[in-house]
């Protein structure tokens, strides 16, 4: 812990302002830090960094050991593992010291073996794209496309080094290295080449920062010259390009959080006209997968975890779809992938994923045989397909993970099932999965409902009530939380740190419904429900009652800061990053980005008063409350355009004017990174050195600073 004498916090200047809506007057005197360009505030972020790295300068070495146990067990200098695509094997590489992948190929021959991936550099490698060249002296470096032409002649690759997901797009030839095209500035995410690599598709951005045009522009030519393809002036609408995997079409997707639509164009006829496949319809959701001679759809016209439907391959309305395969009970189709040989369905079932082999049956009425579903080992896991360009494979990559078990890549034969592992992540530093639990326990919520709750620890440690632990959650955008393995969260469990995952209502871990009853005006569901799983760490013994911290991420930092108004007793330490906590303000604004498309999840507190007092009631920045909170850390970056610096600034200035902490034992800090965008600082070392620099702070909360063995990792 600190030392007695502590500096003193920076105090945010206030300016008067008042709100008014609905009748009612509300004073905001931090409202001025919407001006992101305003000196006073640039001064007030790093004043704040200042004081965070002085509040926790006794940290510094636990911090150097938390990087230096991530970096001892990753192995540096790795290999993805190579992918097929016509004469080439693609792969990913990362090298000791590197911040970034390369992206590399290597001749592939008909008939010829999987490259090892363990292998050095093979004859004949060719660098598609090298991070490292291209991030130069950039402190940050992001990519926001990276899509080969069919013909593997041209690459087209789209780069932000702000971190304000702002891409400038370059063509380039593979082989000679020669730039074709860098004339496409400020664009938004993905871009896709036409069939022969003479056009590039790509998107642009409205004044809200929204994806609302498709232009097509001609590879070396004046962008004075591209033609707009598609302009979406619905503001709740969001636009992106895609190819399909027989690179035989284009397809433009259109949507909403409930709303989709999908237009097609042959890859091959870039100049020709596009086509929808089924006019929007309010509330209905699709997605298309061409299958050769045909479209498969998912879509939620009829059950609302969606069913799988097939259409012919030149459909224009939803009327064409013919029932494929219905979900069951308890599942929730998310998307398909079609191959010659079968169909795979990703599903949701039980609260986990899975998927679904449909045989390709020619035979039959619907062109495919019985369903298998792949098998999965872990009862607690995520499966997903990996990397699978070609539909002519008769085996597909398939990825699997759990709290404990490494990423794993496997090739799952279409015909047979049968299975060969391809990789495993490597992980250094005398890792034993053998030494780590994970566990689903349930917990009823404040309203009966039943939440599941991830649980993982090390081997050991007993429900004795005496141990800390971390409760992180998230629940929004019918995202979900699912198992994943993190070297860095070895660190935590290493140290007796009892780490649970709380799946809330919002995301999307047990179907639409899940979603449904966490969003709107249900969204207080998701506060309860954390608040439940927390009692239940206690309760359970899981965790001891002043050993338990709060962790959370963008919608998942709204999260922590409307739970920490609840029930600020039931933590020691909190960390809200990127937290949308002034989230009323913020959805107030419909000139601001995202804001227009978010009515439909949170929704619109201009027109609608009930929604304005449901917002006004739950976001954090409106309801800090005159008590003892936790120790807060609150981290952004300046270059964040979802949510802006602006949110956990104001935030923090009024929990500073309003708690009654001892700052000497449960500090409120604001750490904001200069050089970054939402997802915090890019490069893997810079990325650990940032998470070091944060768990070393909930760490010294939880009085967990030393390791359970006593001893150090080392590579």
């Given at each position: ?314 459909a224009t309305s939803h009327e064409q779809w013919v ?84 990423r794993t890549v496997l090739d799952v034969d279409l ?144 999260l922590v800061g409307a739970v920490l108004n609840l ?149």
């Open positions: 812990m600190p030392s007695p004498s502590l500096p003193t916090p920076p105090t945010a200047p206030r300016r008067p302002h008042v709100r008014e809506q609905h009748g009612e007057r509300v004073e905001d005197p931090y409202w001025w830090m919407r001006d992101l360009e305003d000196p006073e505030l640039l001064a007030h972020l790093e004043a704040e960094n200042a004081y965070s790295e002085a509040r926790t300068e006794h940290l510094a070495a636990l911090r150097t050991t938390l990087f230096g146990e991530i970096k001892a067990r990753v192995k540096e200098d790795d290999l993805s593992v190579p992918v097929a695509s016509g004469p080439w094997w693609y792969l990913s590489r990362t090298a000791e010291g590197k911040q970034y992948a390369s992206h590399v190929r290597v001749p592939r021959a008909v008939g010829d073996p999987r490259p090892d991936p363990e292998a050095a550099a093979a004859p004949g490698e060719q660098v598609v794209l090298d991070g490292n060249v291209e991030a130069g002296d950039s402190e940050f470096f992001s990519l926001g496309a990276l899509t080969v032409s069919a013909d593997h002649r041209l690459v087209a690759f789209a780069v932000d080094t702000a971190g304000d997901e702002r891409f400038d797009l370059t063509v380039r030839d593979i082989a000679t290295g020669e730039v074709l095209d860098t004339s496409l500035t400020g664009i938004g995410y993905g871009c896709e080449l036409s069939r022969d690599g003479s056009f590039v598709f790509y998107t642009r951005v409205d004044d809200a920062w929204r994806p609302h045009q498709l232009w097509r522009h001609r590879v070396g030519g004046d962008p004075a010259q591209d033609v707009l393809v598609h302009q979406e002036d619905d503001e709740r609408f969001w636009m992106g390009v895609s190819g399909s995997r027989d690179e035989r079409w284009l397809l433009l997707g259109l949507g909403s959080k409930t709303t989709s639509e999908v237009w097609m164009l042959p890859s091959d006829d870039p100049e020709g006209e596009w086509r929808v496949v089924a006019p929007r319809r309010d509330g209905i959701e699709y997605d298309v997968e061409p299958a050769g001679d045909r479209l498969l759809v998912v879509h939620n016209t009829d059950t609302p975890d969606s069913d799988l439907a097939w259409a012919p391959l030149e029932p494929l395969l219905a979900s069951g009970d308890g599942e929730r189709f998310v998307g398909v992938d079609a191959f010659d040989a079968a169909t795979v369905l990703s599903l949701r079932t039980g609260g986990l994923t899975a998927l679904r082999v449909l045989p390709r049956d020619v035979s039959s009425v619907s062109g495919h045989g019985t369903p298998w579903d792949v098998s999965v080992d872990q009862p607690v896991h995520s499966i997903g397909l990996g990397d699978n360009p070609e539909p002519d494979q008769t085996a597909v990559q398939v990825v699997v993970e759990s709290w404990t078990t490494p015909a047979t099932g049968g299975r060969t592992e391809l990789k495993r992540q490597p992980v250094l530093g005398g890792f034993d999965a053998a030494d780590y639990v994970e566990s689903r326990e349930w917990v009823e919520a404040a309203d009966g409902a039943s939440v599941p709750v991830s649980v993982v620890r090390r081997r050991g440690v007993e429900p004795d009530g005496t141990n800390p632990g971390l409760l992180v959650a998230y629940g929004a955008y019918e995202i979900s939380s699912d198992p994943y393995f993190s070297v860095a969260r070895l660190g935590l469990l290493d140290r007796g740190v009892v780490v649970a995952v709380a799946h809330v209502r919002g995301g999307g871990e047990m179907g639409r419904r899940w979603y449904d009853d966490g969003k709107l005006l249900a969204k207080p569901n998701t506060f309860s429900d954390t608040v439940s799983a927390a009692d239940h760490l206690v309760s359970s013994g899981w965790v001891a009652p002043d050993r338990l911290g709060l962790e959370g991420g963008s919608a998942g930092g709204l029930a600020p007793g039931r933590f020691r330490v909190a960390h809200a990053a990127v937290p949308f906590v002034d989230a009323l303000n913020t959805i107030l604004q419909p000139e601001l980005p995202l804001t227009v498309g978010e009515w439909e999840e949170w929704g619109n507190p201009i027109e609608d008063a009930a929604v304005y007092a449901a917002m006004r009631a739950y976001t954090p920045y409106e309801n800090v409350r005159a008590v003892e909170y936790p120790a807060v850390l609150a981290s952004s970056s300046l270059h964040d355009t979802r949510v802006y610096v602006t949110e956990p600034a104001k935030w923090v200035a009024r929990l500073r004017e309003t708690v009654t902490n001892d700052p000497a034992t449960r500090p409120v800090l604001l750490r904001t990174e200069m050089s970054a965008g939402h997802g915090g600082r890019s490069g893997r070392y810079a990325a650990w050195e940032q998470l070091a620099w944060e768990w070393a702070f909930v760490l010294d909360q939880l009085g967990a600073t030393e390791r359970l063995d006593g001893a150090a990792v080392t590579g």
